[in-house]
């Protein structure tokens, strides 16, 4: 639930990109909004103001005159929500607001706003390019705006180029971010996710569960609350988090080498990846035929890689994952100890709704010299909150100690 609690103000404006804005409402919704919906006039020739009730529970805003609309709503309405989002953002709307005019509602709240704005324009691609829309979109971000620039790909007019709505996934994320605490901002943070692939030959590998779902939800929420973050990835079927360096990595050999020459300039590395522990020792060049009744296979160990860069660390914190079956916070505290980190997460794999490939994960963190904080079951996303939180607490409280 990353906007729980959050007030939105979503402002629709008229082009065909407003079906998507009706599905943006919803994610806010289902994500713990409370949405209140202003829509210009050439909007409601899309979808229905009714459409966009229905999905908010909220009434539409759609004039600035007329029965039953307080006089004051459009100065409130841009100051007592958290955000305001613009999409679609059509070129018309940006003109406006770039030139000050207030002549329909959802202008005119954007007059009086003092909360964050978010814009996100969609339009042809040949109106995207023309100059006055682009100098208009730069003197907004200069105003401190932020412009969710379009992406390219075929357009509703028929056309291919630059002028779509930016994924829902994407504005979600920018939104976010908005109303976060930027208590990371100004830290480097590197996270690693996923399995590793260890080649047997060219056709086949050695792998385990690990889906990347935790270390994603670390990066995507390290990025909210404002670090800079380089994401090191295993195979994994999941998109690159919007914001978050992402790099491709199969090995562990090759995480190893990805870790080793971005560590120097990280602050703090979050190890959720599940590196192999063994690879074969000569994966054959050519695949292996179906030919013998047997097979030998001789495995070799994988370098410990959070361990090796903890003895070249300068002032990086050094957060572990470990999943267990048995002996679960025994055996975390010895990786603890062993690979030298400051924290370690305590991973239950025993049970079907956490660890491997779920939604949704039990842990423990044991800090370094510290009491052990059991959290419940909780979706990976809180649990990434949870050790960030964490993590800020380490940082704030060392800032404490080098000033006292
Ligand atoms: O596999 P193990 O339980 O020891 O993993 C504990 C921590 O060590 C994890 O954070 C994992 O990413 C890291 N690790 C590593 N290199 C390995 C194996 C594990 O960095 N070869």
């Given amino acids: 639930m990353i906007f729980k609690g959050k007030r939105i103000l979503l402002g629709v404006s008229g082009g065909i990109a407003c079906y998507k804005a009706v599905e943006l409402a919803r994610r806010l919704v289902t994500s713990g909004a409370q949405v209140k919906v202003v829509m210009t006039r050439g909007a409601q020739e899309f979808v229905t103001p009714l459409t966009f009730a229905a999905v908010t529970g909220q009434t539409v805003g759609t004039s600035l005159?007329?029965?039953?609309?307080?006089?004051?709503?459009?100065?409130?309405?841009?100051?007592?929500?958290?955000?305001?989002?613009?999409?679609?953002?059509?070129?018309?709307?940006?003109?406006?607001?770039?030139?000050?005019?207030g002549d329909?509602?959802?202008?005119?709240?954007?007059?009086?706003?003092?909360?964050?704005?978010?814009?996100?324009?969609?339009?042809?691609?040949?109106?995207?390019?023309?100059?006055?829309?682009?100098?208009?979109?730069?003197?907004?971000?200069?105003?401190?705006?932020?412009?969710?620039?379009?992406?390219?790909?075929?357009?509703?007019?028929g056309a291919v180029g630059y002028g779509r709505l930016p994924e829902v996934e994407d504005i979600l994320a920018v939104a976010s971010r908005l109303v976060s605490p930027q208590d990371l901002a100004g830290r480097r943070i590197l996270v690693t996710a996923g399995p590793t692939h260890?080649?047997?030959?060219?056709?086949?590998?050695?792998?385990?569960?690990?889906?990347?779902k935790m270390g994603y939800a670390v990066a995507r929420a390290a990025w909210r609350r404002g670090a800079e973050v380089t994401l090191v990835s295993g195979p994994t079927a999941l998109p690159a988090p919007?914001?978050?360096?992402?790099?491709?990595?199969?090995?562990?050999?090759?995480?190893?080498e990805a870790l080793q020459g971005h560590f120097p300039t990280a602050d703090a590395l979050i190890m959720a990846a599940a590196v192999s522990d063994y690879r074969p020792e000569s994966p054959a060049p050519k695949k292996v035929k179906r030919r013998t009744p047997s097979q030998e296979l001789r495995l070799v160990q994988n370098p410990d890689i959070i361990q090796e860069l903890a003895a070249h660390r300068t002032r990086q914190v050094l957060i572990g994952f470990a999943a267990e079956t048995g002996d679960l916070l025994a055996e975390a505290r010895r990786k603890l100890e062993a690979k030298n980190l400051d924290l370690i997460v305590a991973n239950e794999v025993n049970r079907p709704d956490s660890g491997f490939a779920v939604d949704t994960n039990e842990v423990t963190l044991i800090p370094r010299g510290g009491e052990p904080v059991a959290l419940p079951l909780l979706s990976k996303d809180e649990v990434a909150q949870r050790l960030l939180d964490w993590l800020a607490e380490y940082w704030s409280g060392a800032r404490e100690e080098s000033r006292g």
């Fill in 198 to 212: 260890e080649d047997l030959d060219p056709v086949r590998f050695l792998t385990n569960r690990s889906s990347g």
């Fill in 65 to 101: 005159f007329g029965q039953g609309i307080h006089p004051l709503e459009h100065i409130w309405l841009g100051q007592q929500v958290d955000a305001l989002i613009l999409a679609p953002a059509t070129a018309n709307l940006i003109g406006k607001v770039a030139a000050g005019i």
């Fill in 242 to 256: 919007y914001g978050v360096e992402v790099v491709r990595v199969r090995s562990a050999l090759e995480m190893r």
């Fill in 104 to 157: 329909d509602l959802l202008t005119t709240i954007l007059l009086a706003a003092t909360r964050p704005v978010l814009l996100c324009p969609a339009m042809n691609c040949e109106m995207y390019a023309n100059p006055v829309v682009q100098e208009n979109l730069t003197r907004l971000e200069q105003r401190g705006m932020t412009v969710l620039r379009p992406a390219a790909g075929p357009l509703a007019c």
